[in-house]
Protein backbone atom coordinates (compact mmCIF):
# COMPACT_ATOMS: atom_id res chain seq x y z
CA UNK A 1 0.00 0.00 0.00
CA UNK A 2 1.26 3.34 -0.94
CA UNK A 3 1.45 6.23 1.59
CA UNK A 4 -0.31 9.67 0.39
CA UNK A 5 2.04 12.50 1.71
CA UNK A 6 2.19 15.77 -0.09
CA UNK A 7 -0.49 15.20 -2.76
CA UNK A 8 2.06 11.99 -3.92
CA UNK A 9 1.57 8.34 -3.38
CA UNK A 10 4.84 7.18 -2.14
CA UNK A 11 5.92 3.38 -1.55
CA UNK A 12 6.39 2.08 2.11
CA UNK A 13 9.68 1.29 1.35
CA UNK A 14 11.03 5.13 0.17
CA UNK A 15 9.10 6.52 3.08
CA UNK A 16 11.01 4.20 5.47
CA UNK A 17 14.61 4.77 3.50
CA UNK A 18 13.24 8.73 3.66
CA UNK A 19 13.12 8.38 7.85
CA UNK A 20 16.28 5.72 8.19
CA UNK A 21 18.22 8.23 6.52
CA UNK A 22 17.65 11.37 8.34
CA UNK A 23 18.28 9.38 11.24
CA UNK A 24 21.37 8.43 9.81
CA UNK A 25 21.86 12.28 8.85
CA UNK A 26 21.41 13.44 12.62
CA UNK A 27 23.61 10.76 14.17
CA UNK A 28 26.43 11.17 11.84
CA UNK A 29 26.76 15.32 13.01
CA UNK A 30 26.63 13.82 16.61
CA UNK A 31 29.33 10.77 15.99
CA UNK A 32 31.25 13.34 13.95
CA UNK A 33 31.48 16.17 17.60
CA UNK A 34 32.37 12.84 19.30
CA UNK A 35 35.15 11.82 17.48
CA UNK A 36 36.81 15.55 16.55
CA UNK A 37 36.17 16.77 20.78
CA UNK A 38 36.62 13.59 22.28
CA UNK A 39 33.41 11.24 23.87
CA UNK A 40 33.31 13.50 27.00
CA UNK A 41 29.63 15.05 25.88
CA UNK A 42 29.62 17.26 28.41
CA UNK A 43 33.27 19.20 27.69
CA UNK A 44 32.14 19.27 24.35
CA UNK A 45 28.60 21.23 25.29
CA UNK A 46 31.22 23.21 27.20
CA UNK A 47 32.99 24.41 24.56
CA UNK A 48 30.72 23.80 21.85
CA UNK A 49 27.41 23.92 23.34
CA UNK A 50 24.65 21.25 22.68
CA UNK A 51 25.05 19.09 19.30
CA UNK A 52 21.42 18.29 19.02
CA UNK A 53 20.45 21.40 17.04
CA UNK A 54 23.17 21.38 15.07
CA UNK A 55 22.37 17.77 14.24
CA UNK A 56 18.58 18.53 13.63
CA UNK A 57 20.05 21.42 11.02
CA UNK A 58 22.38 19.14 9.37
CA UNK A 59 19.74 16.16 9.24
CA UNK A 60 17.36 18.67 7.58
CA UNK A 61 20.05 20.16 5.38
CA UNK A 62 20.78 17.01 4.29
CA UNK A 63 17.58 15.52 3.36
CA UNK A 64 16.38 18.46 1.55
CA UNK A 65 19.32 18.18 -0.80
CA UNK A 66 18.81 14.35 -1.27
CA UNK A 67 15.23 15.34 -1.96
CA UNK A 68 15.59 17.96 -4.72
CA UNK A 69 18.05 15.52 -6.94
CA UNK A 70 14.77 13.05 -6.96
CA UNK A 71 16.74 10.42 -4.69
CA UNK A 72 13.61 9.54 -2.61
CA UNK A 73 10.92 9.70 -5.55
CA UNK A 74 9.43 6.14 -6.83
CA UNK A 75 10.11 7.35 -10.45
CA UNK A 76 14.04 7.13 -10.23
CA UNK A 77 15.59 5.18 -12.90
CA UNK A 78 18.77 5.91 -12.62
CA UNK A 79 21.25 3.30 -11.76
CA UNK A 80 25.43 3.03 -11.98
CA UNK A 81 27.36 5.58 -12.01
CA UNK A 82 24.23 8.09 -12.62
CA UNK A 83 23.03 7.45 -9.23
CA UNK A 84 26.38 7.55 -7.54
CA UNK A 85 26.19 11.30 -9.78
CA UNK A 86 23.17 12.25 -8.15
CA UNK A 87 24.34 11.40 -4.27
CA UNK A 88 27.72 12.93 -4.34
CA UNK A 89 26.06 16.21 -6.20
CA UNK A 90 23.30 15.50 -3.69
CA UNK A 91 25.31 15.15 -0.55
CA UNK A 92 27.83 17.86 -1.50
CA UNK A 93 25.04 20.77 -2.17
CA UNK A 94 24.07 19.68 1.23
CA UNK A 95 26.88 20.01 3.01
CA UNK A 96 27.44 23.63 1.02
CA UNK A 97 24.02 24.33 2.57
CA UNK A 98 24.83 23.21 5.88
CA UNK A 99 28.04 25.42 5.87
CA UNK A 100 26.16 28.59 4.93
CA UNK A 101 23.74 27.80 7.40
CA UNK A 102 26.36 27.43 9.92
CA UNK A 103 27.90 31.15 8.47
CA UNK A 104 24.73 33.02 8.82
CA UNK A 105 23.84 31.47 12.26
CA UNK A 106 27.39 31.75 13.95
CA UNK A 107 26.16 30.03 16.96
CA UNK A 108 25.57 27.22 15.56
CA UNK A 109 28.61 27.10 14.23
CA UNK A 110 30.52 23.62 14.65
CA UNK A 111 33.87 23.74 12.78
CA UNK A 112 35.09 22.93 9.20
CA UNK A 113 36.50 19.83 10.74
CA UNK A 114 33.50 17.93 12.57
CA UNK A 115 31.53 18.78 9.46
CA UNK A 116 33.84 17.62 7.12
CA UNK A 117 33.77 13.94 9.47
CA UNK A 118 29.76 14.28 9.05
CA UNK A 119 30.18 14.52 5.45
CA UNK A 120 32.09 11.77 5.41
CA UNK A 121 29.76 9.82 7.89
CA UNK A 122 26.58 10.61 5.66
CA UNK A 123 28.36 9.34 2.84
CA UNK A 124 29.03 5.81 4.20
CA UNK A 125 25.54 5.86 6.15
CA UNK A 126 23.46 7.00 3.02
CA UNK A 127 25.03 4.02 0.98
CA UNK A 128 25.16 1.46 3.11
CA UNK A 129 21.32 2.79 3.71
CA UNK A 130 20.64 2.37 -0.25
CA UNK A 131 22.08 -1.03 -0.74
CA UNK A 132 20.13 -2.63 1.81
CA UNK A 133 16.57 -1.04 0.83
CA UNK A 134 17.44 -1.58 -2.95
CA UNK A 135 17.76 -5.44 -1.80
CA UNK A 136 14.27 -5.45 -0.29
CA UNK A 137 12.36 -3.12 -2.35
CA UNK A 138 12.95 -5.45 -5.52
CA UNK A 139 11.93 -8.43 -2.88
CA UNK A 140 8.52 -9.54 -1.93
CA UNK A 141 8.96 -7.38 1.62
CA UNK A 142 7.76 -4.51 -0.03
CA UNK A 143 5.42 -5.37 -2.47
CA UNK A 144 1.87 -6.25 -2.46
CA UNK A 145 -0.50 -9.01 -4.00
CA UNK A 146 -2.74 -8.43 -6.23
CA UNK A 147 -5.24 -9.79 -8.66
CA UNK A 148 -7.49 -8.37 -11.36
CA UNK A 149 -11.19 -8.69 -11.49
CA UNK A 150 -11.71 -8.54 -15.13
CA UNK A 151 -9.70 -9.39 -18.42
CA UNK A 152 -10.70 -7.50 -20.78
CA UNK A 153 -9.97 -4.13 -22.62
CA UNK A 154 -9.97 -2.36 -18.90
CA UNK A 155 -7.60 -4.89 -17.47
CA UNK A 156 -5.45 -5.06 -20.04
CA UNK A 157 -3.94 -1.44 -19.39
CA UNK A 158 -2.10 -3.04 -15.97
CA UNK A 159 -0.39 -5.55 -18.84
CA UNK A 160 0.74 -2.89 -20.71
CA UNK A 161 2.51 -1.23 -18.11
CA UNK A 162 5.67 -1.61 -19.37
CA UNK A 163 7.56 1.25 -17.28
CA UNK A 164 9.77 -0.54 -13.85
CA UNK A 165 8.93 2.09 -11.72
CA UNK A 166 5.25 1.45 -12.76
CA UNK A 167 5.40 -2.22 -11.64
CA UNK A 168 8.22 -2.30 -8.88
CA UNK A 169 5.27 -2.28 -5.95
CA UNK A 170 3.24 -4.97 -6.21
CA UNK A 171 3.25 -8.67 -7.77
CA UNK A 172 0.47 -9.59 -10.18
CA UNK A 173 -0.88 -12.72 -9.38
CA UNK A 174 -3.40 -12.89 -12.12
CA UNK A 175 -6.75 -11.94 -13.92
CA UNK A 176 -10.26 -13.23 -13.26
CA UNK A 177 -12.41 -13.26 -16.47
CA UNK A 178 -15.73 -12.00 -15.72
CA UNK A 179 -19.15 -13.46 -17.56
CA UNK A 180 -19.58 -12.12 -21.03
CA UNK A 181 -16.44 -10.48 -21.37
CA UNK A 182 -13.89 -10.56 -24.71
CA UNK A 183 -10.42 -11.17 -22.92
CA UNK A 184 -8.02 -9.25 -24.00
CA UNK A 185 -5.22 -10.99 -21.79
CA UNK A 186 -2.81 -13.64 -22.36
CA UNK A 187 -4.41 -16.95 -21.23
CA UNK A 188 -1.55 -17.87 -19.24
CA UNK A 189 -2.54 -14.77 -17.36
CA UNK A 190 -6.17 -15.85 -16.50
CA UNK A 191 -6.90 -17.35 -12.99
CA UNK A 192 -9.43 -20.65 -13.37
CA UNK A 193 -11.93 -19.59 -10.11
CA UNK A 194 -13.35 -22.93 -8.97
CA UNK A 195 -14.19 -21.37 -5.71
CA UNK A 196 -15.31 -18.08 -4.41
CA UNK A 197 -13.46 -14.67 -4.80
CA UNK A 198 -13.03 -14.67 -1.03
CA UNK A 199 -11.12 -18.27 -0.62
CA UNK A 200 -9.05 -17.00 -3.98
CA UNK A 201 -8.16 -14.01 -1.82
CA UNK A 202 -7.08 -16.49 1.22
CA UNK A 203 -5.59 -18.99 -0.70
CA UNK A 204 -3.36 -16.98 -2.73
CA UNK A 205 -2.71 -14.18 0.14
CA UNK A 206 -3.88 -11.30 -2.21
CA UNK A 207 -3.82 -7.59 -0.26
CA UNK A 208 -5.83 -5.77 -3.30
CA UNK A 209 -8.73 -6.38 -5.54
CA UNK A 210 -8.14 -4.54 -8.58
CA UNK A 211 -11.99 -3.88 -10.16
CA UNK A 212 -11.24 -3.70 -13.93
CA UNK A 213 -14.45 -4.96 -15.49
CA UNK A 214 -15.51 -3.21 -18.58
CA UNK A 215 -19.06 -3.09 -18.00
CA UNK A 216 -20.13 -3.49 -14.61
CA UNK A 217 -23.42 -3.62 -15.03
CA UNK A 218 -22.84 -7.27 -15.49
CA UNK A 219 -22.69 -10.07 -12.78
CA UNK A 220 -20.86 -7.24 -10.42
CA UNK A 221 -19.90 -9.00 -7.55
CA UNK A 222 -20.58 -6.94 -4.82
CA UNK A 223 -21.48 -9.68 -2.20
CA UNK A 224 -18.04 -11.37 -2.84
CA UNK A 225 -16.35 -7.78 -2.64
CA UNK A 226 -17.84 -6.92 0.46
CA UNK A 227 -17.09 -10.23 2.26
CA UNK A 228 -13.06 -9.59 1.28
CA UNK A 229 -13.26 -5.82 2.28
CA UNK A 230 -14.54 -6.79 5.83
CA UNK A 231 -11.67 -9.52 5.35
CA UNK A 232 -9.01 -7.09 5.58
CA UNK A 233 -8.26 -7.36 1.73
CA UNK A 234 -8.45 -3.67 -0.03
CA UNK A 235 -10.66 -3.21 -3.41
CA UNK A 236 -9.78 -0.81 -5.51
CA UNK A 237 -10.93 0.93 -8.73
CA UNK A 238 -8.73 0.44 -11.66
CA UNK A 239 -8.18 4.36 -12.56
CA UNK A 240 -7.76 5.12 -8.47
CA UNK A 241 -5.18 2.16 -9.00
CA UNK A 242 -2.82 3.17 -12.05
CA UNK A 243 -3.18 6.59 -10.84
CA UNK A 244 -1.40 5.69 -7.46
CA UNK A 245 1.49 3.41 -9.05
CA UNK A 246 2.11 5.58 -12.38
CA UNK A 247 1.52 9.24 -11.12
CA UNK A 248 -0.65 9.97 -13.29
CA UNK A 249 -4.69 9.86 -14.88
CA UNK A 250 -5.00 7.44 -17.07
CA UNK A 251 -7.20 9.13 -19.75
CA UNK A 252 -7.45 5.84 -22.49
CA UNK A 253 -10.04 4.34 -19.65
CA UNK A 254 -11.08 7.68 -17.89
CA UNK A 255 -14.51 7.80 -17.20
CA UNK A 256 -15.91 11.48 -16.56
CA UNK A 257 -18.23 9.98 -13.05
CA UNK A 258 -14.53 9.28 -11.44
CA UNK A 259 -14.18 13.16 -11.89
CA UNK A 260 -17.05 14.42 -10.90
CA UNK A 261 -17.63 12.07 -8.14
CA UNK A 262 -14.13 11.31 -6.87
CA UNK A 263 -11.67 13.23 -4.66
CA UNK A 264 -9.20 15.95 -5.31
CA UNK A 265 -9.90 18.91 -7.94
CA UNK A 266 -10.19 21.51 -5.10
CA UNK A 267 -9.31 24.85 -5.44
CA UNK A 268 -10.97 26.94 -2.27
CA UNK A 269 -10.35 30.27 -1.03
CA UNK A 270 -7.43 28.85 1.30
CA UNK A 271 -5.60 27.21 -1.55
CA UNK A 272 -5.61 30.45 -3.67
CA UNK A 273 -4.34 32.24 -0.63
CA UNK A 274 -1.45 30.07 -0.10
CA UNK A 275 -0.85 29.85 -4.16
CA UNK A 276 -0.27 33.60 -3.99
CA UNK A 277 1.72 33.55 -1.24
CA UNK A 278 4.34 31.11 -2.85
CA UNK A 279 3.83 32.77 -5.45
CA UNK A 280 4.71 36.04 -4.50
CA UNK A 281 7.51 34.82 -1.83
CA UNK A 282 8.86 32.51 -4.03
CA UNK A 283 9.53 34.98 -7.15
CA UNK A 284 11.05 37.78 -4.96
CA UNK A 285 13.81 35.28 -3.63
CA UNK A 286 14.43 33.89 -7.16
CA UNK A 287 15.06 37.09 -8.96
CA UNK A 288 17.57 38.27 -6.21
CA UNK A 289 19.16 35.55 -6.46
CA UNK A 290 19.25 35.10 -10.12
CA UNK A 291 19.54 38.35 -10.84
CA UNK A 292 23.45 38.43 -11.54
CA UNK A 293 22.70 35.39 -14.02
CA UNK A 294 19.57 36.91 -15.49
CA UNK A 295 22.18 40.35 -16.96
CA UNK A 296 24.71 37.79 -17.76
CA UNK A 297 22.66 36.54 -20.07
CA UNK A 298 20.92 39.54 -21.36
CA UNK A 299 25.23 40.60 -22.17
CA UNK A 300 25.74 37.26 -23.64
CA UNK A 301 22.47 37.56 -26.00
CA UNK A 302 23.60 41.31 -27.04
CA UNK A 303 27.22 39.63 -27.99
CA UNK A 304 26.24 37.22 -30.27
CA UNK A 305 22.71 38.70 -32.02
CA UNK A 306 24.11 42.12 -32.08
CA UNK A 307 23.04 45.42 -29.47
CA UNK A 308 19.83 45.66 -31.25
CA UNK A 309 18.60 42.65 -31.15
CA UNK A 310 15.83 41.79 -28.53
CA UNK A 311 16.93 39.86 -24.82
CA UNK A 312 13.38 38.73 -24.51
CA UNK A 313 10.79 36.82 -26.83
CA UNK A 314 6.89 37.37 -25.96
CA UNK A 315 4.58 34.96 -26.70
CA UNK A 316 0.92 34.26 -26.73
CA UNK A 317 0.36 31.34 -24.17
CA UNK A 318 -3.21 29.83 -22.91
CA UNK A 319 -3.93 30.56 -19.73
CA UNK A 320 -6.49 30.49 -16.72
CA UNK A 321 -10.06 29.89 -17.78
CA UNK A 322 -8.80 29.60 -21.32
CA UNK A 323 -7.54 33.45 -21.56
CA UNK A 324 -4.66 34.36 -23.33
CA UNK A 325 -1.39 36.02 -21.98
CA UNK A 326 2.16 37.23 -23.08
CA UNK A 327 4.89 34.65 -21.83
CA UNK A 328 8.45 36.15 -21.37
CA UNK A 329 11.32 34.60 -21.89
CA UNK A 330 14.90 34.84 -22.36
CA UNK A 331 15.25 34.74 -26.82
CA UNK A 332 17.61 31.43 -27.41
CA UNK A 333 16.41 31.28 -31.16
CA UNK A 334 17.33 33.46 -34.17
CA UNK A 335 15.14 36.93 -34.52
CA UNK A 336 11.74 36.27 -36.63
CA UNK A 337 12.55 32.18 -36.32
CA UNK A 338 8.60 31.18 -37.70
CA UNK A 339 8.32 34.32 -39.67
CA UNK A 340 8.26 32.22 -42.95
CA UNK A 341 6.54 29.71 -41.20
CA UNK A 342 3.16 28.43 -39.35
CA UNK A 343 4.07 27.66 -35.75
CA UNK A 344 5.96 24.49 -34.81
CA UNK A 345 6.90 22.30 -32.00
CA UNK A 346 10.91 22.68 -31.01
CA UNK A 347 12.69 20.22 -32.03
CA UNK A 348 15.91 17.82 -30.47
CA UNK A 349 18.89 19.88 -32.15
CA UNK A 350 16.78 22.57 -33.68
CA UNK A 351 18.49 25.00 -36.01
CA UNK A 352 16.75 27.79 -35.03
CA UNK A 353 18.31 27.99 -31.88
CA UNK A 354 20.97 30.15 -31.28
CA UNK A 355 24.47 28.90 -29.73
CA UNK A 356 23.95 31.00 -26.57
CA UNK A 357 20.44 29.44 -26.56
CA UNK A 358 21.39 26.14 -26.51
CA UNK A 359 23.03 26.57 -23.65
CA UNK A 360 20.09 28.86 -21.69
CA UNK A 361 18.07 25.97 -22.62
CA UNK A 362 19.69 22.98 -21.57
CA UNK A 363 19.70 24.58 -17.86
CA UNK A 364 16.49 26.03 -18.06
CA UNK A 365 17.93 30.16 -17.83
CA UNK A 366 15.45 30.92 -20.80
CA UNK A 367 12.59 30.71 -18.36
CA UNK A 368 13.65 32.80 -15.46
CA UNK A 369 12.01 36.20 -16.97
CA UNK A 370 8.48 34.12 -16.45
CA UNK A 371 9.01 35.83 -12.88
CA UNK A 372 7.45 38.66 -14.06
CA UNK A 373 4.21 36.74 -15.40
CA UNK A 374 4.38 34.91 -11.57
CA UNK A 375 4.28 38.77 -9.98
CA UNK A 376 1.73 39.87 -12.79
CA UNK A 377 -0.44 37.11 -12.00
CA UNK A 378 -0.69 35.60 -15.37
CA UNK A 379 0.56 32.01 -14.00
CA UNK A 380 1.94 30.21 -10.60
CA UNK A 381 5.21 29.28 -10.04
CA UNK A 382 3.93 25.35 -9.91
CA UNK A 383 1.26 24.32 -12.69
CA UNK A 384 0.43 22.65 -16.24
CA UNK A 385 3.14 24.15 -18.80
CA UNK A 386 1.18 26.88 -21.01
CA UNK A 387 1.49 25.95 -24.39
CA UNK A 388 0.46 28.22 -27.34
CA UNK A 389 -3.42 29.01 -28.40
CA UNK A 390 -2.27 27.72 -32.19
CA UNK A 391 -1.32 24.09 -30.04
CA UNK A 392 -4.36 24.48 -27.35
CA UNK A 393 -6.97 24.58 -30.92
CA UNK A 394 -5.94 21.51 -32.22
CA UNK A 395 -5.12 19.58 -29.01
CA UNK A 396 -8.04 20.11 -27.21
CA UNK A 397 -9.82 18.97 -31.03
CA UNK A 398 -7.84 15.84 -30.67
CA UNK A 399 -7.50 14.88 -27.20
CA UNK A 400 -10.11 14.54 -24.33
CA UNK A 401 -9.99 16.40 -21.60
CA UNK A 402 -7.31 18.68 -22.78
CA UNK A 403 -9.21 21.90 -21.74
CA UNK A 404 -9.33 20.75 -18.17
CA UNK A 405 -6.02 21.58 -17.73
CA UNK A 406 -7.07 25.50 -17.75
CA UNK A 407 -8.67 25.27 -14.61
CA UNK A 408 -5.54 25.89 -12.99
CA UNK A 409 -3.24 28.88 -13.46
CA UNK A 410 0.10 27.44 -15.64
CA UNK A 411 3.26 27.00 -14.48
CA UNK A 412 7.23 27.46 -14.75
CA UNK A 413 7.51 24.47 -13.98
CA UNK A 414 4.66 21.50 -12.64
CA UNK A 415 4.39 17.56 -12.32
CA UNK A 416 4.22 16.44 -15.74
CA UNK A 417 8.02 18.11 -16.21
CA UNK A 418 9.25 16.54 -13.39
CA UNK A 419 8.04 12.90 -14.64
CA UNK A 420 8.27 13.38 -18.60
CA UNK A 421 11.18 14.89 -21.06
CA UNK A 422 10.05 17.74 -23.20
CA UNK A 423 7.10 17.70 -25.42
CA UNK A 424 7.77 18.10 -29.32
CA UNK A 425 4.52 16.37 -30.02
CA UNK A 426 0.62 15.37 -29.90
CA UNK A 427 1.71 12.63 -28.50
CA UNK A 428 3.96 13.74 -25.80
CA UNK A 429 1.31 16.27 -25.18
CA UNK A 430 -1.25 13.51 -24.01
CA UNK A 431 1.17 11.75 -22.21
CA UNK A 432 1.94 15.22 -20.25
CA UNK A 433 -1.59 15.86 -20.05
CA UNK A 434 -2.00 12.92 -17.79
CA UNK A 435 0.44 14.05 -15.46
CA UNK A 436 -1.20 17.61 -15.31
CA UNK A 437 -4.69 15.56 -14.84
CA UNK A 438 -2.70 14.28 -11.48
CA UNK A 439 -1.63 17.51 -10.56
CA UNK A 440 -4.90 19.20 -10.84
CA UNK A 441 -6.77 16.25 -8.98
CA UNK A 442 -3.96 16.45 -6.15
CA UNK A 443 -2.61 20.16 -5.33
CA UNK A 444 -2.19 21.14 -2.38
CA UNK A 445 0.68 23.73 -0.89
CA UNK A 446 3.24 20.72 0.75
CA UNK A 447 2.81 19.33 -3.30
CA UNK A 448 3.74 22.74 -4.88
CA UNK A 449 6.76 22.88 -2.31
CA UNK A 450 7.51 19.13 -3.28
CA UNK A 451 7.83 20.29 -7.08
CA UNK A 452 9.76 23.05 -6.22
CA UNK A 453 12.53 21.31 -4.24
CA UNK A 454 12.40 18.31 -6.90
CA UNK A 455 12.83 20.82 -9.83
CA UNK A 456 16.40 21.46 -8.39
CA UNK A 457 17.54 18.13 -10.40
CA UNK A 458 15.68 19.33 -13.33
CA UNK A 459 17.87 21.76 -13.30
CA UNK A 460 21.13 20.84 -12.01
CA UNK A 461 21.19 17.82 -14.23
CA UNK A 462 19.54 19.44 -17.90
CA UNK A 463 16.52 16.87 -17.67
CA UNK A 464 14.28 17.78 -20.63
CA UNK A 465 16.38 20.29 -21.44
CA UNK A 466 15.79 21.27 -25.76
Known amino acids: MRIRIFGQYLPPSMVSLAGVEAALFYLALIGAGLVRFGLDVSAVQRFQGPLWPRAMLFSAMMFTSVLAFGL ?3 RQRARGIGLVIRVFAALSAGVAATAVAFFLVPDLSIGRGVLGLAAIGAAVAITGARLVFRHLADG ?10 GAGRRAATIARLRRRSDRRYFTLVGYIQCDSEIVAIPPERLLRVTYGLPELCDRCGIDEIIVAMDDRRRAFPAHELLECRTAGVDVIELLSFLER ?6 IDVLDPSWLIFGEGFRCGSVRRFTSQLLDLFASLVIFILALPTMLA ?6 LEDGWHAP ?9 LCGRTFRLLKFRSMRVN ?11 KNDPRVTRVGQIIRLLRIDELPQIINVLRGDMS ?3 PRPERPQFVAEL ?8 ERHCVKPGITGWAQLCFPYGSSEQDAREKLQYDLYYIKNNCLLFDLSILVQTVEVVFLGKGGR
Open 337 to 347: AEASSRPQWAQ
Open 396 to 403: AERIPYYG
Open 381 to 383: FVG
Open 311 to 319: VLYRQDRVG
Open 297 to 302: VAIAIK
Open 140 to 149: EAFKRRVVVY
Open 245 to 250: ETGRVR
Open 72 to 74: YSA
